[in-house]
């Protein structure tokens, strides 16, 4: 059963930080570029950064280009994101996603197959 399990969520204050996690398991994923969304209330799910298979390309969406940053180690069958200088408006679930196709990368979630149960990132400011 492949499983993606999100960590690292919780409340900060604005300006504050947080790292989250992807534990992927049941299958590996290094030849799959890797994502996170997430969604806020109200809100369609959006993009928010996608990693290549091999880590050598990055894309972010414009709202957290300079303050995120994804990454992957294929050894751990892990992708993280860490998230600085965090603003209320990155309140949502932010969910991890595996793309569906062979080393190549998108930011549409409907390239994306295999996802996360979400974990929940509140900024008070």
């Known amino acids: 059963q492949v499983q993606l399990v999100e960590s690292g969520g919780g409340l900060v204050q604005a300006g504050g930080s947080l790292r989250l996690s992807c534990v992927a398991s049941?299958?590996?994923?290094?030849?799959?570029?890797m994502a996170w969304f997430r969604q806020a209330p109200g809100k369609e799910r959006e993009h928010v950064a996608s990693i290549t298979w091999n880590g050598s390309n990055r894309y972010y969406a414009d709202s957290v280009k300079g303050r995120f940053t994804i990454s992957r180690d294929n050894a751990k069958n892990t992708v993280y994101l860490q998230m600085n200088s965090l603003k209320p408006e990155d309140t949502a679930v932010y969910y991890c996603?595996?793309?569906?196709?062979?080393?190549?990368?998108?930011?549409?979630?409907?390239?994306?197959?295999?996802w996360g149960q979400g974990t929940q990132v509140t900024v008070s400011s």
């Open positions: 049941g299958r590996t994923f290094s030849d799959n570029a």
């Open positions: 996603a595996a793309d569906r196709t062979f080393r190549s990368v998108h930011t549409s979630i409907l390239m994306y197959v295999y």
